[in-house]
Structures are given as C-alpha cells and as structure tokens.
Nanobody, 123 residues
Framework: QVQLVESGGGLVQAGGSLRLSCAASGRTFISFAMGWFRQAPGKEREFVAHINWRGDSTYYSDSVKGRFTISRDNAKNAVYLQMNSLKPVDTAVYYC????????????????WGQGTQVTVSS
C-alpha cells in the first residue's frame, strides 16, 4: 500500500507556471514508477507524464511535451510536475499515480491514486 497526496494546484493566468507535488507514504516509494494524469470536466482521465523509479527515464504526452517536467526525489518520497507556459486547455484536476510495474500511459496500469488537485488556467 502507498498513500498519495497531491498539492500545489490553483488558479493561474495563461502563460504562467505551477509546480505540483505528490507526497507518498506507506510502502517504499523507490519501488514505484509514478505518473501524472489529468481529468477535465466531462472528459476522460488522460495521461500527462510518467517517470521510472530511478528518475532517469521520463515520458510525456504530446500536449505537454516541452512545457511540463516530471521529476522525483526518492529521499523525500515525492514526485513533482513543473508546469510552464500554461494554457486554458490545461485546466483539469491533476492526479498522481503509482505502479510497481514499468510506467505506462494507461490509467489501468496504476493501482494507487491520489485525490487530485485542481489546476485552473484563465485566459
């Protein structure tokens, strides 16, 4: 078991930046690959980025590549999502997720989920 708690969401103007954090507790954090997903109102949850357990391999959706950066600090049991050049279409609830297997872009590939943090980007 691992518990995940996201923070750092909020309201920002287009072009601005936010840094999301996901704090993990419970099972050994280093065992998990981590992902960030988001869900906008009326839409399905979609993949944003993932990172392997060592933190040396990352992957991004085309919609955020070049603007968002995923990172992790295993000493602090945390994963981060730095979001720059935000756009109104980035407005969503952002979730972090954990898997004991190789990281994937698929929602069903993750067993553990946080409660989400709202990101709202105004135009």
């Amino acid at each position: 078991q691992v518990q995940l708690v996201e923070s750092g969401g909020g309201l920002v103007q287009a072009g601005g930046s936010l840094r999301l954090s996901c704090a993990a507790s419970g099972r050994t954090f280093i065992s998990f690959a981590m992902g960030w997903f988001r869900q906008a109102p009326g839409k399905e949850r979609e993949f944003v980025a993932h990172i392997n357990w060592r933190g040396d391999s990352t992957y991004y959706s085309d919609s955020v590549k070049g603007r968002f950066t995923i990172s992790r600090d295993n000493a602090k049991n945390a994963v981060y999502l730095q979001m720059n050049s935000l756009k109104p279409v980035d407005t969503a609830v952002y979730y972090c997720a954990a898997t004991l297997y190789i990281p994937t872009t698929q929602v069903h590939g993750y067993v553990y989920w946080g409660q989400g943090t709202q990101v709202t980007v105004s135009s």
